[in-house]
């Protein structure tokens, strides 16, 4: 069955950098486009990036552009978010996904809390 599992999350100060990874496993990844959400307590759900399966080709929300960058390692079967310059309103549940025949599968989420 398919499985998300994130790690990285953290206390991290206002400026600072974290790296987040996705291990995925019971579906063949490099054929799947992978997404990263959050959740800020209060708030909707929100796309944050996007990568594609093979050429790689990424799209990030508004809010985090030129802040965070998506990557992928097919070998590895792991999906990346690298956040850096980070802001006390980066703060939420970080979740990874992947839409598979139509379905949205979901990690269990890492926290990431930017505070000083």
């Known amino acids: 069955q398919v499985q998300l599992v994130e790690s990285g999350g953290g206390l991290v100060q206002p400026g600072g950098s974290l790296r987040l990874a996705c291990a995925a496993s019971?579906?063949?990844?490099?054929?799947?486009?992978m997404s990263w959400y959050r959740r800020a307590p209060g708030k909707e759900r929100e796309l944050v990036a996007t990568?594609?399966?093979?050429?790689?080709?990424?799209n990030y929300a508004a809010s985090v552009k030129g802040r965070f960058t998506i990557s992928r390692d097919n070998a590895k079967n792991t999906v990346y978010l690298q956040m850096s310059s980070l802001k006390p309103e980066d703060t939420a549940v970080y979740y990874c996904?992947?839409?598979?025949?139509?379905?949205?599968?979901w990690g269990q989420g890492t926290q990431v809390t930017v505070s000083s």
């Open positions: 990568i594609t399966s093979t050429l790689g080709i990424t």
């Open positions: 996904n992947v839409r598979r025949h139509g379905y949205d599968y």
């Open positions: 019971g579906f063949t990844f490099s054929t799947y486009p």
